[in-house]
């Protein structure tokens, strides 16, 4: 996963949109005009495979003003290629929010395994707002302005303002008819719409990230319409939004204490001391040299906060050694080296990871540069690219802000907040308790999504996830109550299923998609640490 330059009930609906009503004949004949209509499919590109199909559906722009202005809807498919076990349509989604789905069916098309494979039409679809699905923007934020956030100083904290103030403005007057209506809650009402268009009674769903609180959600406004449903690196609902950013705070600190230790034994590869106390002073020392005077690293001025700026890192230990090591020694050059002619190669850790998802692979301080943690990413789908350049950004702070009235809206609790969280968690949580655009977003149209119905789904996690984090993915799956916990001890990155072909979680997944049948308790796997790369601990 990339970073991300970097996430409301209503009495108006229509009944035939109410969860849990089973329709009728008479009930049938006021059915609404979007739930009537049928996808049009076509290849989506000449590049791609024939079997790869796209087609575009309305939403609502406003399901309570069903007859009024709609959304595109873009939609992608690839068939099971064995009618004769297909059970259905299993629903796509990447995660975000901000991401693109349309590519996800070609993803995990030659990824699932064949009897998984030949059960479903696997589906995707831009989430409105998103990419070929009517996109929004905000009028082309800068690098800063798509961040979600700095460092808290007293003496910057007017500019912090100012920064969340500015980007809450500008979304507003560049989309603010259409971003109250960017929300979860929409997104699972279109969900809906597309299994209506399919077809389909109900609909099975594999969600990432983001993806696990839209089906959560899914399944709480759609129970009867809920089938098997896999929710992969889970949004806490109980921490919607605000907690979900500083959980990467309180997330980072045993990430940060498990590599110090992991450093600490490899010392020879590394160098940055022989105990986890050691590695933690070289650590701290260099944030503190960085803030003195900025460190030159192949032509960047690293500051103390830009290191601190992305504590995704520490989850990965190979790479946060390489981190730490390569700015120690800039640290200590007496004159900076020229900058390098060449970006990292197909060769290097990481790479190939990065590519297969359509991401260029990232420079050692890439990870360090851009004040986010790295966050979900597709590239845009088959058509023309015509979703604006901060159309990520802009949807992000949408849902983020819009799912929700929980964000404070004095600026002095940030500050305050923010100050605390510098002592308490000091890798990250000045960073994700700062303020935020949401302290000036709109008031929300809807309550945020209560969890309270029964649901019957699989939950997945890695024990070491940067961006869902292992207390937030154990939220998830005690808020739902009947759902089962596949967790992989020892397994590192954002995305447990089909990580890897060796991954842990593929096989209970695999059967529960394949059967229906959840496990009969939680399951723990095991994937093994990464050893030691005494090779690639010096290049990369």
Same mark, same amino acid.
Do not use: C
């Given at each position: 996963m990339k970073r991300l330059a970097p996430l409301l009930a209503t009495a108006g609906l229509l009944?035939?949109? *109410?969860p849990g009503l089973v329709a009728s004949p008479a009930s049938a004949a006021r059915t609404p005009e979007y739930l009537r209509q049928k996808p049009a499919w076509h290849r989506c590109s000449a590049d791609r495979p024939a079997a790869y199909e796209c087609a575009t559906l309305k939403v609502p722009l406003d399901y309570q003003r069903p007859e009024g202005r709609t959304l595109d809807l873009a939609?992608?498919?690839m068939k099971s290629e064995d009618p004769a076990k297909?059970?259905?349509?299993?629903? *796509?989604?990447?995660?975000?929010?901000?991401a693109s789905g349309l590519l996800r069916p070609l993803r995990m098309n030659d990824k699932m395994a064949k009897d998984v494979r030949d059960r479903y039409d696997l589906v995707g679809f831009d989430p409105r707002g998103v990419g070929e699905s009517s996109p929004i923007g905000c009028g082309g934020l800068n690098e800063v302005e798509r961040g979600v956030g700095k460092a808290y100083r007293p003496e910057t904290f007017a500019s912090d303002v100012a920064w969340a103030r500015g980007i809450a403005d500008k979304c507003r007057e560049k989309s603010g008819d259409v971003i109250p209506y960017i929300t979860t809650r929409n997104t699972a009402r279109d969900m809906d719409v597309i299994r209506a268009a399919l077809g389909e009674r109900t609909v099975s769903y594999l969600g990432y990230s983001?993806?696990?609180y839209l089906g959560t959600v899914?399944?709480?406004m759609f129970p009867e319409r809920t089938d098997r449903f896999v929710l992969d690196s889970g949004i806490d609902p109980q921490r919607v939004w605000r907690g979900m950013i500083q959980v990467w705070g309180t997330g980072a600190e045993p990430a940060f204490e498990r590599w110090t230790r992991w450093a600490a034994e490899r010392s020879d590869t590394y160098g940055l001391g022989t105990t986890p106390e050691a590695v933690s002073a070289t650590f701290w020392a260099l944030v503190a040299r960085a803030d003195r005077e900025p460190i030159d690293h192949y032509g960047q001025k690293v500051t103390g906060d830009d290191i601190r700026s992305d504590p995704a890192l520490f989850f990965s230990l190979k790479e946060a050694s390489f981190v730490v090591k390569v700015l120690k020694a800039s640290s200590e050059r007496p004159?900076?080296?020229?900058t390098p002619a060449e970006p990292p190669t197909a060769a290097e850790p990481g790479a190939k990871e990065s590519a297969e998802k359509g991401a260029v692979p990232r420079a050692p301080l890439a990870g360090i540069r851009s004040g986010a943690p790295r966050a979900d990413a597709e590239p845009s789908g088959p058509g023309p690219d015509s979703a604006p350049g901060d159309n990520a950004s802009a949807v992000y702070w949408s849902v983020v802000c819009g799912d929700t009235d929980a964000w404070p809206r004095d600026p002095q609790q940030y500050a305050r907040e923010a100050a605390r969280d510098k002592v308490e968690h000091p890798l990250y949580g000045d960073f994700a308790s700062n303020i935020k655009p949401c302290a000036f977003w709109q008031r929300p149209l809807e309550a945020v999504t209560p969890i309270k119905t029964r649901a019957a789904v699989l939950t997945v996690?890695?024990?070491?996830?940067p961006l869902t984090p292992l207390a937030s993915g154990q939220g998830l799956h005690q808020v739902l109550r009947g759902s089962r916990m596949v967790l992989g001890l020892g397994a590192e990155g954002h995305g447990a299923y089909?990580?890897?072909p060796t991954a842990c979680a593929n096989i209970p997944v695999d059967a529960y998609l394949s059967t229906g049948r959840l496990p009969a308790k939680d399951v723990t796997c095991h994937n093994p640490p990464p050893a030691p790369d005494p090779e690639g601990a010096g290049a990369r």
């Open positions: 009944a035939t949109a *109410l939609i992608s498919r297909r059970r259905g349509v299993l629903l *796509l989604n990447p995660g975000g929010p901000g983001y993806g696990t899914y399944a709480q004159t900076p080296p020229p996690q890695n024990e070491w996830d089909l990580a890897s």
